[in-house]
T-cell receptor, first 114, second 116 residues
């Protein structure tokens, strides 16, 4: 069974600084997808970034980028120029195969200090 | 497009009561799923559907029933609510590509359920 591990329950970053959120996963599949979702206090699940395992290039979306290390099964999220609106819970998720189902990590709460 | 909608937003039940959480999407997505979110547990898959008339169990299906009579709707039924079912419930949908793998899943706003 696939597992997703987010070992840090909480992190804090100063506004305008850079922070990296860690995620590791375990799978025997060769083709899969990885995601970071943001959940602000509104509870809405918002897709931040998506990475296809077959792509060697790391995905980027504006201030958000990932460091995807397939051999190490690591998928970290880097947030540059942190903003107060980035404060939220962040979930790492994995999806593989047909009829795909998301497997989530336990999440990390990110706070941003003004 | 309204995207994925869920009703109600909040619900309080007594142990043993039944209810249905509604989920609808207007994006013509084939794949729909239900997750529950509990503190410190992330989101866990309850049931999912790959198209009208087809459903299957996820990681935590006990105590929940689903059916998929139309592409748009995927209701989740609690037949006899228990305090352990107190949680936030999310519905999600995505397009199933020709290769079988699903596109990005889009989530509804969630339903907070409390069972006393």
């Amino acid at each position: 069974a696939q597992t997703v591990t987010q070992s840090q329950p909480e992190m804090s970053v100063q506004e305008a600084e850079t922070v990296t959120l860690s995620c590791t996963y375990d799978t025997s599949e060769s083709d899969y997808y990885l995601f970071w979702y943001k959940q602000p206090p509104s509870r809405q699940m918002i897709l931040v970034i998506r990475q296809e395992a077959y792509k060697q290039q790391n995905a980027t979306e504006n201030r958000f980028s990932v460091n995807f290390q397939k051999a190490a099964k690591s998928f970290s999220l880097k947030i540059s120029d942190s903003q107060l609106g980035d404060a939220a819970m962040y979930f790492c998720a994995y999806e593989a195969g047909a009829n795909s189902k998301l497997t989530f990590g336990k999440g990390i709460t990110l706070s941003v200090r003004p | 497009n309204a995207g994925v909608t869920q009703t109600p937003k909040f619900q309080v039940l007594k142990t043993g009561q039944s209810m249905t959480l509604q989920c609808a999407q207007d994006m013509n997505h084939e794949y729909m799923s239900w997750y529950r979110q509990d503190p410190g547990m992330g989101l866990r898959l309850i049931h999912y559907s790959v198209g009208a008339g087809i459903t299957d169990q996820g990681e935590v299906p006990n105590g929940y029933n689903v059916s998929r009579s139309t592409t748009e709707d995927f209701p989740l039924r609690l037949l006899s609510a228990a305090p352990s079912q107190t949680s936030v419930y999310f519905c999600a949908s995505s397009y199933t590509g020709l290769a079988g793998s699903t596109d990005t899943q889009y989530f509804g706003p969630g339903t907070r359920l409390t069972v006393l």
